[in-house]
């Protein structure tokens, strides 16, 4: 099977992306300490570029140091951070055609930073860590909306060429979206127009900083899959009006602490067993596309055959898929695929990747364990 359209150009905004394969926004742990961009950072992306990737999106990259979820995550929310970015995006663009997104991002209730005690719409417990966020201010929401734009006219100064804000997985913009984590009865919540007012004031700030040649995408909380949450029917009616507001592309996503919590299983919620796990937010999609308007759908969650996805965009349910721990085992993934080797992608959506972070860089522990047995192999034949 020719895999036609997965390899065909499309546009975010007026962006062209040469292919339709997209890097979802991956936290690697591997920045300097406190968020620098260093060597290490430069190479895994890099390697991504070189692998055929058509768009990029960065791991988590923080608007405010109250916002931090680790030492070693990108930041950019002041202009120290520029010159390693600027390296990073330089790197990336050194392959031909290659686009990269900043993702930015405040961790909100999920912040565990021991010098600023995590923030929300409203003080709810999060069960998680134990600790309950201070309710912020309308003031307070104000200045924290500036922060993201400050981040995005700075992603921009570094050459990135589009912005995706991080509104899903109980960080805090999916905080002001989700009935579960927002109670507040002033502009920033209430029903679903109020709860994603935030969201449209960062667009119209960006856009007025930025013109209208900067794409703004979004990757979105669709479901929050805890009782009480966010359900299906109320993500699909906020990016109805994300889209009317004029986001540029739209990648759904769900879950979150909370819903570990709740399931016991670790976010990304599935460990994929069999194929027919797979392509977990193809319900989403499909409820989400009717409403959209020059918006492009990204579909994103346990994508790991090319034959599928050309299918998805050949039927025009996507513009875009998107992975992440299939691209940790192997970057050079699309350059494969591309080359007539269609077997699907070697990841086993383990979860080991994401159990990673919490004492190093990021790697597939699947990948290592195996290369670990071939080289004890070698050792005892060579004995
Ligand atoms: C190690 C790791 C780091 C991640 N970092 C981010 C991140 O920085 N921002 C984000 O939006 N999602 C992040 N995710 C979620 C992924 O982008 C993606 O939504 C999820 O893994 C499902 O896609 P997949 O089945 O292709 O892995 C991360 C996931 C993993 C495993």
């Known amino acids: ?53 058509g768009l990029i999106i960065s791991g988590y990259t923080a608007v405010d140091p109250s ?15 520029i010159p390693g970015q600027k390296k990073l995006v330089k790197a990336v663009h050194e392959y ?66 589009l912005v995706q804000l991080h509104a899903a997985h109980g960080y805090l913009l999916s905080n002001f979206i989700s009935p579960y984590t927002n109670k507040r009865t002033d502009e920033y919540g209430g029903n679903a127009q109020k709860r994603v007012r935030v969201l449209i004031d960062i667009y119209n700030g960006l856009r007025d900083e930025l013109g209208k040649n900067f794409p703004i995408t979004i990757k979105l909380q669709t479901e929050d899959f805890i009782p009480n949450g966010l359900r299906l029917e109320d993500g699909a009616e906020h990016a109805k009006i994300l ?20 399931t016991k299983k670790p976010y990304p919620s599935l460990n994929i067993k069999s194929s027919k796990e797979e392509n977990y937010f193809l319900p989403h999609v499909k409820k989400i596309r009717p409403y959209l308007k020059n918006c492009k759908l990204i579909l994103m969650g346990g994508i790991k055959n090319p034959i599928f996805a050309e299918k998805v965009l050949q039927d025009k349910i996507v513009d875009f898929i998107s992975m992440c721990r299939p691209l940790i085992y192997e970057p050079n993934l699309p ?49």
């Open 335 to 383: 350059n494969r695929w591309k080359s007539g080797d269609l077997s699907p992608a070697k990841c086993i959506s383990c979860n080991g990747c994401f159990m990673s972070m919490r004492i190093g860089p990021v790697y597939c522990v699947t990948k290592k364990r195996l290369e670990d047995t071939r080289e004890k192999r070698k050792v005892i034949n060579k004995k």
């Open 67 to 81: 916002g931090t979820s680790s030492a070693y995550q990108a930041c950019l929310y002041d202009d120290s951070f």
């Open 1 to 53: 099977m020719e895999l036609k359209t997965l390899y065909s150009p499309e546009k975010i905004g007026n962006v062209q992306i040469k292919n339709r394969i997209v890097r979802s926004a991956t936290f690697m742990r591997s920045t300097e300490k406190y968020g620098f961009v260093g060597q290490n950072l430069i190479n895994i992306y890099s390697e991504l570029a070189r692998g055929g990737t």
């Open 96 to 161: 031909t055609d290659v686009k990269i997104a900043a993702q930015i991002v405040h961790a909100g209730r999920q912040g565990e930073h021991p010098k600023y005690p995590p923030i929300a719409p409203s003080a709810i417990p999060f069960k998680m860590t134990g600790l309950t966020p201070r309710e912020l201010s309308t003031e307070e929401i104000r200045k924290l909306i500036q922060k993201f734009i400050d981040t995005g006219r700075r992603a921009y100064e570094c050459g990135y060429d």
């Open 243 to 262: 889209s009317e507001v004029g986001y540029d592309a739209i990648e759904p996503s769900g879950g979150g602490g909370d819903a570990q919590t709740f």
